[in-house]
């Protein structure tokens, strides 16, 4: 099973980055689209927001 949505964590492990940088990203990305704090980022948005192809990202975080 996969999920939809992408966290901090998730965020480390596909940059190698801190997991502040992934807190930092989850919110710049919400920031863009709008997205109020309770909503949630979703894979997709991370891949287009980044420029990352989705099934690379699916493969590190499942």
Do not use: W
Not at 2 to 8: A, L, M, V
Not at 48 to 53: A, L, R, T, V, Y
Request: charged share 30%; proline share 2%; hydrophobic share 35%.
């Amino acid at each position: 099973m996969s999920r939809i949505c992408i966290y901090p964590k998730d965020v480390q492990v596909v940059t190698g980055k801190s997991e502040r940088y992934g807190r930092t990203i989850i919110k710049a990305i919400k920031e863009r689209l709008n997205k109020e704090a309770h909503q949630l980022v979703t894979i997709d948005e991370f891949c287009d927001f980044m420029g990352f192809e989705i099934s690379k990202v699916q493969g590190l975080i499942k």
